[in-house]
């Protein structure tokens, strides 16, 4: 099995929404790219709530025009072992700090956990923070096949009450 690590965060100190995956998937890393599987539908679904076409956009532009919103990204684990990309497949997850990371963005507001694994691993660390709304959202992985991409879209537009 290989080890996969993560990406350094995506924020800044006007950061008010923090969406958090659970650890990049090969193409990503292949990439140095959030989200690269053609597969996912997360930039279709970001670029839907900020009302902006970002698929087409190079990957930096994209990130400024997040930050630009108030929205950072980040992950929950910082490096685990997985064969292949699914989350079901990772072990020995080595678990960030999100209460300390969370603790120095001072404008963040809001959590949304783009899976069930994120969520799981993030509300734990997080739940202690009443000040910080905390947002399951079904995952934009083209391997989460049960929701439709419009099923997805409508939870994924309850962000826009979180952005800047």
Excluded: C
Excluded at 96 to 117: H, I, S, Y
Excluded at 133 to 156: C, F, M, V
């Amino acid at each position: 099995m290989a080890l996969k690590s993560a990406f350094p965060p995506s924020v800044d100190a006007d950061t008010r929404l923090l969406i958090l995956g659970s650890l990049p998937g090969d193409a990503s890393i292949r990439q140095g790219e959030y989200y690269a599987h053609r597969g996912n539908a997360f930039w279709h679904l970001i670029g839907d709530v900020l009302e902006e076409d970002l698929r087409g956009q190079p990957y930096a532009l994209r990130l400024k025009r997040l930050r630009a919103r108030g929205v950072g990204l980040w992950d929950v684990i910082e490096s685990a072992e997985r064969e292949g990309s699914l989350d079901s497949r990772i072990r020995g997850a080595e678990l960030r700090d999100l209460g300390l990371f969370a603790a120095r963005l001072q404008a963040l507001r809001a959590v949304a956990f783009n899976g069930k694994t994120a969520a799981l691993h993030g509300r734990r660390q997080l739940i202690a923070r009443p000040d910080l709304t905390l947002i399951d959202l079904p995952s934009t992985s083209g391997a989460y096949a049960s929701l439709s991409r419009e099923a997805k879209r409508q939870h994924w537009m309850t962000l826009r009450d979180h952005l800047a």
